[in-house]
């Protein structure tokens, strides 16, 4: 069982940046492959970025590909992911997630296994 919390969130400007964190609960974090989805209002939740359980591979959406950033630290049970030159279309609540097994990049809501609850991101114009 892992437990996932995502914090980070909040209103910035257009063109400014924000860093959001995934603490996971759990000895097996390093065991999973991490991912970021978001969810605007009236959307469906689509995906942004993944890191495999080492961090040697990455993958993201193109509409964030150049000014995303994903990370991990398993020492520290955390994902990151680190958002410059943001657009009032990144504006959505953002979710971490966690895929088992971790050497695979996947980009399907439908392969992950636990969710965290979200944290806003609001990008004003």
């Known amino acids: 069982q892992v437990q996932l919390v995502e914090s980070g969130g909040g209103l910035v400007q257009a063109g400014g940046s924000l860093r959001l964190s995934c603490a996971a609960s759990?000895?097996?974090?390093?065991?999973?492959?991490m991912g970021w989805f978001r969810q605007a209002p009236g959307k469906e939740r689509e995906f942004v970025a993944a890191?495999?359980?080492?961090?040697?591979?990455?993958f993201y959406a193109d509409s964030v590909k150049g000014r995303f950033t994903i990370s991990r630290d398993n020492a520290k049970n955390t994902v990151y992911l680190q958002m410059n030159s943001l657009k009032p279309e990144d504006t959505a609540v953002y979710y971490c997630?966690?895929?088992?097994?971790?050497?695979?990049?996947?980009?399907?809501?439908?392969?992950?296994?636990?969710w965290g609850q979200g944290t806003q991101v609001t990008v004003s114009s």
């Open positions: 759990g000895r097996t974090f390093s065991s999973y492959a």
């Open positions: 997630a966690a895929d088992f097994p971790g050497h695979t990049i996947v980009a399907r809501a439908y392969e992950y296994d636990y």
């Open positions: 890191i495999t359980w080492s961090g040697g591979r990455t």
